[in-house]
């Protein structure tokens, strides 16, 4: 796979998997509804797609090395891989019910993350247990803030 692409697809999963989790565990303990939950991981789907893809054109305009077709691979990948991670925790929701399926996309999203984490580490030759854990304490860090940032806003608001 060339390096445009990788560097895309990379950024755009972790970025879909964090923004989506952290979204969808706040969204869900500050108001417990299905609907606030779907809507805004659509709606972080979509924004989110688009604007991380604008960043990674602007990065890599911005890298003197990358030529203009690796520029639009990895602003095309970062989109279609934002939009398609994002895009797959809504199953869940839509299927079981609100508190299960927050449980069910931390699991799948946490086992997106390592595997991605796995291949990163064969492709560096560093030890897999060590990017694994390093990169999925950083996400539990996330669900774990926005979880509690969601019952405050409840706490206030509601």
């Not at 060339?2 to 895309?8: A, E, L, M, P």
């Not at 690796?70 to 398609?84: G, N, P």
């Not at 595997?115 to 990169?135: D, F, M, N, W």
């Amino acid at each position: 796979m060339r390096h445009s692409f990788k560097t895309g697809f990379g950024f755009g999963v972790t970025s879909a998997i964090i923004t989506t989790l952290g979204l969808m565990v706040g969204l869900q303990a500050g108001t417990e509804s299905v609907i606030a939950v779907v809507g805004g991981v659509i709606t972080i789907a979509i924004a989110d797609a688009f604007s991380d893809s604008l960043g990674m054109h602007i990065s890599r305009e911005s890298d003197g090395a990358a030529t203009k077709k690796d520029v639009w691979e990895s602003t095309a990948s970062t989109f279609i891989a934002k939009l398609v991670f994002a895009m797959s925790f809504i199953p869940a929701i839509l299927f079981v019910a609100l508190d299960t399926a927050v449980v069910i996309n931390i699991a799948w999203g946490l086992l997106l993350l390592a595997g991605l984490s796995y291949y990163v580490a064969k492709q560096t030759r560093a030890k897999p247990s060590q990017v694994i854990a390093e990169h999925l304490v950083i996400a539990i860090i996330v669900i774990g803030a926005t979880h509690y940032v969601g019952l405050w806003i409840r706490a206030i608001f509601v």
